[in-house]
T-cell receptor, first 116, second 114 residues
Framework: AQKITQTQPGMFVQEKEAVTLDCTYDTSDPSYGLFWYKQPSSGEMIFLIYQGSYDQQNATEGRYSLNFQKARKSANLVISASQLGDSAMYFCAMREGLDSSYKLIFGSGTRLLVRP | SQTIHQWPATLVQPVGSPLSLECTVEGTSNPNLYWYRQAAGRGLQLLFYSIGIDQISSEVPQNLSASRPQDRQFILSSKKLLLSDSGFYLC?????????????FGSGTRLTVV
């Protein structure tokens, strides 16, 4: 089974509007971490936001927030006030606490295009 | 501060030729190291990871191999490249101490096998 599922291959959003990128995950490990990365056309991977499984509050970092719904196993990224520079690929990823390698498992990504 | 270097940035290699991609980390010791491959427009596939010198684990069967000759050096190799080896290769490191540890990625190598 897929550990991380991103069901939106591509999304459009109008500049200055908010957009939600979906991510669902599958794990039986009680301790895990969820990450979002941005990959512009240059290929670099830029860390955006992190949510721990025991965190009570939803994570926020500037214009990025993570809508964490533990019971539904979803960790959607919300980008507020979209900017043209937000056009990129976005990846959701998970790390499980019982995995001693601490490797990140990535979803297939969502390509976001911000329209002027 | 910690930095990660990956080279070369781009590479065009003929089918059947060997490959060596290198990744080094500075400013930390005993990092966890990872090699990922990304096909065009796709997600990241974990190829290898290492939690210590001479401790290499492979995630998927392929004609690639990895080595860690020094604590902060991770090398991805192939004896004979296939067309299907084309892609964007990313090296990453992590402190390996908890689920919240960030990953730091290298700048990537874009490999085209012709």
């Amino acid at each position: 089974a897929q550990k991380i599922t991103q069901t939106q291959p591509g999304m459009f959003v109008q500049e200055k509007e908010a957009v939600t990128l979906d991510c669902t995950y599958d794990t039986s490990d009680p301790s895990y971490g969820l990450f979002w990365y941005k990959q512009p056309s240059s290929g670099e991977m830029i860390f955006l936001i992190y949510q721990g499984s025991y965190d009570q509050q939803n994570a926020t970092e500037g214009r990025y927030s993570l809508n964490f719904q533990k019971a539904r196993k979803s960790a959607n990224l919300v980008i507020s006030a979209s900017q043209l520079g937000d056009s990129a690929m976005y990846f959701c990823a998970m790390r499980e606490g019982l995995d001693s390698s601490y490797k990140l498992i990535f979803g297939s990504g969502t390509r976001l295009l911000v329209r002027p | 501060s910690q930095t990660i270097h990956q080279w070369p940035a781009t590479l065009v290699q003929p089918v059947g030729s060997p490959l060596s991609l290198e990744c080094t980390v500075e400013g930390t010791s005993n990092p966890n190291l990872y090699w990922y491959r990304q096909a065009a427009g796709r997600g990241l596939q974990l190829l290898f990871y290492s939690i210590g010198i001479d401790q290499i684990s492979s995630e998927v069967p392929q004609n690639l191999s990895a080595s860690r000759p020094q604590d902060r050096q991770f090398i991805l190799s192939s004896k004979k490249l296939l067309l299907s080896d084309s892609g964007f290769y990313l090296c990453a490191w992590s402190p390996g101490q908890g689920v919240g540890d960030g990953y730091t990625f290298g700048s990537g190598t874009r490999l085209t096998v012709v």
